[in-house]
Nanobody
């Protein structure tokens, strides 16, 4: 059973940066398009960034130009570099396959203060 473990969240002021990491217990990144999701209080979980097995990336309009997703297959890790953070980026961030085929991890809390 694959386990996903997210880390790197924290409290940051608006305009700051964070780098999130998602480590998998198995070699799943080379066979799955992966995504970073977030869920703010009272809102649905949304996909904010994705990366295909070929390395192509895509972003939600709300984070385009500020977030960057990357992947290290050898380390079984996916990253999310978040720059120019805004208070509306406050959420719990999760990673999963774009198909959401794996059990969700515990996520990592990102809080952006104004």
């Amino acid at each position: 059973q694959v386990q996903l473990v997210e880390s790197g969240g924290g409290l940051v002021q608006a305009g700051g940066s964070l780098r999130l990491s998602c480590a998998a217990s198995g070699s799943i990144f080379s066979i799955n398009a992966m995504g970073w999701y977030r869920q703010a209080p009272g809102k649905l979980r949304e996909l904010v960034a994705r990366i295909t097995t070929g390395g192509s990336t895509g972003y939600a309009e709300s984070v385009k130009g500020r977030f960057a997703i990357s992947r290290d297959n050898a380390k079984n890790t996916v990253y999310l570099q978040m720059n120019s953070l805004k208070p509306e980026d406050t959420a719990v961030y999760y990673c999963n396959a774009v198909t959401m085929r794996y059990d969700w991890g515990q996520g990592t809390q990102v809080t952006v203060s104004s």
